[in-house]
């Protein structure tokens, strides 16, 4: 599914211009400390609550709910990462960088300077078959051209991925480790080495915690256990964002404002959505203004709404599983190529 421009939508520079100077108006761009320090204080706690519960607990069965938790840790300490990535808790990019690497690399073992990158290409592009990193065709397809082209895993899964989309997940937060160990070896990530040290300080600090507690095999059971769910909690944090919306190409010229909108998912589902997925849920708004703090987000949300409306852009927002049904079904119909033709 492409996007249709039109030459009047391409003279619309100005639109996010207009959109942009209304929202500063309202002081939603200003920094909210005292939010983040009790977000911060609250994933804190939980994060190390959980390692304490897992010590306490020591070998017993009871530790597989305590990996659940801890998954839940994990991905709410990435969910600050993220904020940290895009400023929206400080004005110092050294002081972002330096909590990013302690959030990132330390406590949950992803390269807080690789998926920056990766992270900052997506939202220049979002969806876009040819520069967003999120949509590129190395398990799962996103598109029939792709599908046409696949070759090797992406053909074999294509065929039934909407299927194996969950299953998949639970090999998210192995997959973002050793992507984060393979990207120590391009030179154009900055201080790879302070990055590998603590990559490799979080391995040795969380299998060695793991293993002095738990015998072998429960260890194993564990941390299958705490990286399944890990991963799991966050594909169905970001799928929602853009899996499903239209996909772009090098025909469709669109501005900023609409590149954006187009491409982007809002989730319903109130104050329990809002804090599981870190704000995420308000998905249009954040790629329009990513520096914006995430609690801002949501009074935010009926301006762009309004706005978009004044336009005749289309904004799109529902539940969250019927999020997830969409994403679905969009993986579903952009692989029937490969069900159709079996070589």
Request: glycine share 8%.
């Amino acid at each position: 599914m492409t996007v249709v421009d039109t030459p009047r939508a391409r003279e619309r520079g100005s639109d996010f211009a207009k959109l942009s100077r209304r929202v500063a108006q309202e002081g939603l761009l200003d920094k909210r400390p005292g939010y983040y320090v009790a977000r911060i204080t609250l994933v804190a706690a939980l994060f190390a609550g959980s390692w304490a519960a897992f010590a306490m607990i020591g070998d017993s069965w009871w530790q597989l709910p305590v990996a659940v938790l801890l998954a839940v840790a994990f991905a709410q300490v990435t969910l600050l990462a993220h904020d940290l990535a895009h400023g929206q808790i400080s004005r110092s990019r050294r002081t972002s960088r330096a909590a990013g690497l302690l959030a990132g690399n330390l406590a949950v073992g992803l390269s807080y300077g690789w998926w920056m990158d990766k992270h900052t290409r997506h939202h220049a592009n979002p969806n876009h078959e040819d520069h967003d990193p999120d949509v590129s065709p190395d398990i799962l397809v996103w598109s029939e051209k792709q599908a046409e082209h696949s070759r090797g895993i992406a053909r074999f899964i294509g065929r039934r991925q909407a299927y194996l989309f969950f299953p998949l997940l639970t090999l998210e937060g192995l997959n973002l480790k050793v992507s984060s160990f393979r990207a120590l070896r391009r030179a154009s990530l900055k201080s790879r080495g302070l990055e590998g040290l603590l990559l490799t300080a979080h391995v040795v600090l969380y299998l060695g915690a793991v293993l002095l507690v738990l015998p072998l095999p429960m260890a194993l059971l564990f941390v299958a256990v705490h990286q399944a769910c890990y991963g799991v909690y966050l594909g169905c944090t970001f799928a929602p964002n853009h899996k499903g919306m239209p996909v772009l190409t090098a025909e469709d010229e669109l501005d900023f404002l609409r590149r954006q909108v187009l491409t982007s998912r809002n989730v319903r589902g109130g104050r329990f959505v809002n804090t599981a997925l870190g704000g995420l849920n308000f998905q249009i708004e954040h790629h329009l203004f990513p520096s914006m703090p995430t609690a801002n987000l949501r009074r935010a949300q009926p301006i762009v709404r309004e706005y978009c409306e004044s336009l005749g852009v289309d904004y799109v927002e529902c539940g969250l599983f019927e999020s997830w049904g969409q994403a679905l079904r969009h993986l579903h119909e952009v692989g029937r190529p490969l069900r159709e033709v079996r070589t």
